[in-house]
């Protein structure tokens, strides 16, 4: 290390300009002073070493030695001129390092914004789901003709007693494809049906069509556009569907609270399309979830979910137990979704499994099912 020249005086009075020459080892330790910790810096290292123990030091002479981390590398540096010895003097060094704390998060924290089973998730990811699905105690089964189309019309016979309570399975499966901001998804239903009067049956129910755009995707709030499509391929006499298209267009929002809880929201509108003319009716859907990561590692995560749903009737009619025909205006329905989902990431060309349970209640007087279980399996690739 080369240091500017200093001016002195000579013997014989002249100035003279000597410059100090100091042959140091480029792996010389270094103190760089910093705000948190109590750190000296290793340059032969690279890292940071925490200073435990700090020494008070006198400097007696103009010699200081240079002592490297390697035992056998030292330097001396000694200034040729003579200076006035500094006495008595005593110097603390002490440094600190603001340390950022790094964490390597595992795969339930990725999987957050996929966590919900009722509400829809706002980032499209390519993906293959098998629902499985029990509702029981369906009241109204022809209210808005959202299940059911009308008793006597399109739907089921109008019988007495009317067929006011209905029990349902589904077996669902889901196919959602496309890139990062835009998805396709088709779902093939298959429904079985368990009336309290009229027979039982199962076989084809509506096709679902639904496409998602992403509107917004920040580093913590997504928005996306949701347009769910309903086909009647279902037969409404048998009540395996409703016996009409409809359409439910609406928003979805993901926003992450926290690294490992996750809030979720959407906004929909449901209407059918040639339904009955005054007895069919719009549905306003709202919800609010959370998703949260209670354990997780690299390959495998536990994500406990709650949801809260629900759905106001708006302008629509159903038949009542005498076979009457009673107006709906603003009939709100709630319920509450409590779930888990577990992740298994294969680590490979397999991709991720996920399998999530999930039950419903409703807390309202008015509701669709009283009660609902539901198994998902979901494979994302």
């Known amino acids: 290390m080369f240091q500017p ?6 013997d ?48 007696e002479s103009s010699a200081v030695v240079w002592e490297d981390p390697k035992p056998s590398i030292s330097t001396k540096l000694t200034n040729a001129a003579p200076v006035t010895p500094i006495k008595n003097f005593t110097r603390r060094i002490r440094t600190k390092l603001a340390v950022a704390r790094c964490r390597d ?25 098998l629902r499985m699905e029990a509702g029981y105690n369906w009241e109204f089964p022809d209210r808005a003709e959202f299940f059911w189309s009308k008793l006597g019309g399109k739907g089921p016979a ?62 913590s709030f997504m928005l996306t556009q949701v347009l769910r499509n309903q086909l009647a391929t279902g037969t409404a006499k048998s009540g395996r569907g409703n016996g009409h298209a409809s359409m439910e267009p609406g928003f979805v929002a ?40 209670f354990y997780e590692t690299d390959t495998f995560a536990i994500l406990p979910t709650f949801e809260m749903v629900g759905w106001s009737v708006l302008n629509a009619q159903q038949t009542g137990p005498l076979g009457q025909i009673i107006e709906l205006d603003g009939e709100d329905i709630i319920n509450l979704f409590p779930g888990v989902r577990l992740v298994k990431d294969s680590g490979g060309e397999f991709g991720l499994f996920e399998v999530g349970v999930s039950g419903a209640t409703a807390v309202t007087t008015s509701h669709w099912y009283e009660t609902m279980i539901r198994l998902d399996l ?4």
């Open 158 to 219: 109008l019988t007495l007693p009317v067929e006011s309570s209905v029990d349902y399975q589904d077996l669902r499966l889901a196919i959602e494809v496309g890139g990062s901001r835009f998805s396709a998804t088709t779902e093939l239903p298959l429904r079985f049906i368990d009336p309290k009067v009229l027979g039982n049956t199962g076989s084809l129910g509506d096709l679902v069509l639904t496409a998602k755009t992403l509107m917004i995707d920040g580093d």
């Open 378 to 381: 979901r494979w994302t690739f």
């Open 254 to 293: 993901g926003y992450r609270y926290s690294e490992r809880t996750m809030l979720h929201s959407e906004l929909k509108l449901w209407f059918p399309l040639g339904g009955e003319p005054d007895f069919s009716g719009p549905v306003l859907r709202y919800g609010f979830g959370v998703a949260h990561v």
């Open 12 to 59: 014989a009075g002249f100035t003279i300009l000597q410059p100090q020459v100091r042959i140091a080892d480029s792996i010389a330790p270094m103190l760089v002073p910093s705000l948190n910790a109590d750190v000296e810096i290793d340059t032969y290292r690279q890292t940071p070493v925490p200073l435990e123990v700090v020494d008070d030091f006198d400097v």
């Open 5 to 10: 020249a200093v001016p002195v005086r000579g």
């Open 105 to 129: 998060y595992g795969v339930g924290v990725e999987r957050l914004p996929f966590a919900l089973s009722e509400i829809d998730a706002a980032r499209p990811h390519n993906n293959v789901r």
